[in-house]
């Protein structure tokens, strides 16, 4: 062979072998829309997604923030067709909303998850919903039991207007609560997701019933506020307070062993590395289960906090 038609063969293989390289060092490119970034468990979800994301190089993301907006969301949908990122994961809570935005998105033929609510046609990583209620009702009706021999009332917080999750935890909290004292009178109020709702309904409620009361609220922001309600009213001490998020702001309350005696977590700061995980597996066409579970979840109690959260 002569010199130039060497030349030219070793100039062809650092052609393919850039080439080669080019394509080993393509990013993974993964937009996350949350479902509200400045809520106390989505700022919790974003952090461990920045998180992880920073450690890993072979990913490229996009953030995207629906601010618990249904029009929002399908607006976030479009843009990210636009886009075309190899992956969307989508934690969006309003079902009607998720109909379009599966739509959008499968039209633009964009691998897809849903968070929390499903989206139509895609898999679901999701809070066991049920166990999360009825884990919360039983802890509070057995704290109670243990305090004062047991409860006859319940105060539920709920969130209805927020959908089928919170309705499900609402229902599995009133079977948790009769699982462990079956004539417990339930009364269920909606927060409006609102802690002053929150802290205003407690207030009343505990005006109108003197006795002991098992309290139960759909997110841990609720739940101080229904703590602030009873030491108003010198009333802490005849309360037990169950919720449901892991947030950080409960921690101390859980460390004082007092009347906020647990929340349930799926340690949303953790959400980010299993879902680059699982964003991983379905741009590499990986089969995924129709449902998917954070990996752990559990109540956190004053007696298990120091294990996870030490002080």
Known sequence: ????????????????????????????????????????????????????????????????????????????????????????????????????????????????????????????????????????????????????????RALILSYPEGGPLFLERQGAVEVGLKKIKADIATEIHSTKNDPGAARQITADYLTRNPGKIAIYTHVDAMAIGALAAARAAGREGDIVISSFGGDAAVLPELRKDGAFIGTFTSFPETWGETLLDLAAKIAARTELPDLIHPPQQLMLTPANVAQYYPA
């Open 1 to 152: 062979m002569n010199r130039r038609g060497f030349l030219g063969m070793a100039a062809g293989m650092a052609v393919l072998g850039g080439g080669a390289s080019l394509a080993q060092a393509k990013k993974l490119r993964i937009a996350f829309a949350n479902f509200n970034d400045e809520s106390s468990f989505g700022a919790a979800v974003l952090k461990g997604f920045q998180a992880t994301a920073k450690g890993r190089p072979d990913v490229e993301m996009l953030y995207f923030d629906n601010k618990q907006d249904a029009a929002r969301a399908v607006d976030i949908a479009r843009n990210v067709a636009t886009l075309r990122p190899d992956v969307f994961l989508e934690y969006q809570i309003v079902p009607a909303a998720n109909q379009q935005v599966a739509r959008i998105v499968r039209e633009a033929g964009i691998p897809c998850l849903g968070i929390q609510v499903r989206l139509p046609g895609y898999p679901l990583y999701a809070v066991d919903n049920y166990k999360a209620g009825f884990d919360a009702g039983v802890a509070a009706a057995e704290q109670a039991g243990k305090r004062w021999g047991g409860t006859t």
